[in-house]
Every structure is written in C-alpha cells, then in structure tokens.
C-alpha cells in the first residue's frame, strides 16, 4: 500500500516491558518523525530522522529510542514502558522545509 | 525560539457560519506557516500553508489563512461552516533557516452547531 501506515494500531502493555511501535512509508522521504498526542499538550515530538542512520531529540525523548537503517522505515521503541507513556503516537515523514509532513494513522498506546 | 498559540481550545460556531481560528507565533526568523486537521481517530493532513509570496493562501474544503508579518497571526477562516469540518486543527511553524522541526501549537477543536 502506498503511503504511510503504523502497526500495532493498538497496543496494551504493563509497566516495564520494552514496546516498539513501527512506522513505514513508501515516499521515500527523506525526514521521518515522531509525535506523541496528549491532552492539553497537542502534538510534541518525540524523535525525528533526517535521513537513513540520522536521527535527533525532539521535545520529549526521554524513555525512547529510534533507528533508521532503512529509508522507509523508523521504529520507535519504549524501553521500559511508564504509564506516562500512555497516549497516541503518530508517525509523519516529509521532504522537509516549506514541504508538508505526511502522518500515519496512529498508534494509541496504554501502558497499566 | 519558535512557539505558536492558539486562542481558544474550543470552538463553537452554527452552520452556515463564519468560522474563525486564531494562531499566533514568534520566530526569531522568517517562518513557514501551516494549518493541519484532525478528523476522529485519523492521522493529521495539511489543509494549507504559507511559505513565500502571497499572504492570503487558500486551501482544501473552502479554508483561507493570511500572514500577518505584523501582529505574528496566521489566521484560519471559512466563510460558511459545514457539519463536516467538526474537527481537531493545528497551527504549526518552523523556521525556514532551522527546517527539521515543526512546532505545533496545542490545537482547537471546532464544533459545527446544525
């Protein structure tokens, strides 16, 4: 499928255990991100990638980490879930710039 | 640094009505300006952005927004609102020398009154 799409689309887990939530898009763009979607917060990114082998903190990494071997690819792993973590994230990739970023459907997370 | 605000974290306007979402921001330098939207238990899509030239940019599904270099707003109307444009929308910005990060601002959610 073309686009932009994230598995699991919903996840439960407890607290403690490692959680990846995957992102893959068929763009081939060259930036890929990470948001999480909280109440009264709006969107905060989390991790974002420039290229392949190329990522940076955003806002709010703490408890995350990312990899991007692969152009279409930018897993996102909880290393050890808290229930802070609890919310929605989003995947979104673009070309950078003026250009839009394109988001996936989401990812709704509990973490007990 | 950059951040965006948004007046109003909820909005209700009847059908047929002028809608009418505020955004300010402050950027240190010449931003990018954009307006997303957020139906229920969907992903974001851009409804319209500002990036060079003309201030008045039109977008998808009859909404507009103008630059305002002056007072730092970006504005989003629409001239008559419809039951489908009950949404969640997004200002965000990000700087045209710093272009990696967009700020989004926290969000307005609109409600359509038939």
């Known amino acids: 499928d073309a686009g932009i799409t994230q598995s699991p689309r919903y996840k439960i887990t407890e607290t403690g255990r490692q959680v990846t939530l995957m992102c893959h898009q068929t763009?081939?763009?060259?930036?890929m991100f990470w948001y999480r979607q909280d109440l009264g917060h709006g969107l905060r990114l989390i991790y974002y990638?420039?290229?392949?082998?190329?990522?940076d903190k955003g806002e709010v990494p703490d408890g995350y980490v990312v990899s991007r071997s692969k152009t279409e690819n930018f897993p996102l792993t909880l290393e050890s879930a808290t229930r802070s973590q609890t919310s929605v994230y989003f995947c979104a990739s673009g070309r950078g710039g003026p250009y839009e970023q394109y988001f996936g459907p989401g990812t709704r997370l509990t973490v007990t | 640094a950059q951040s965006v605000t948004q007046l109003g974290s909820h909005v209700s306007v009847s059908e047929g009505a002028l809608v009418l979402l505020r955004c300010n921001y402050s950027s240190s330098v010449p931003p990018y300006l954009f307006w997303y939207v957020q139906y229920p238990n969907q992903g974001l899509q851009l409804l319209l952005k500002?990036?060079?030239?003309?201030?008045l940019v039109k977008g998808i599904n009859g909404f507009e927004a103008e630059f305002k270099k002056s007072d730092t707003s970006f504005h989003l109307t629409k001239p008559s609102a419809h039951m489908s444009d009950a949404a969640e929308y997004f200002c965000a910005v990000s700087a045209q020398t710093s272009y990696d990060k967009v700020i989004f601002g926290p969000g307005t959610s609109l409600s359509v009154i038939p």
């Open positions: 500002y990036t060079t030239g003309a201030t």
């Open positions: 990638s420039a290229a392949a082998d190329i990522t």
């Open positions: 763009w081939s763009h060259s930036y």
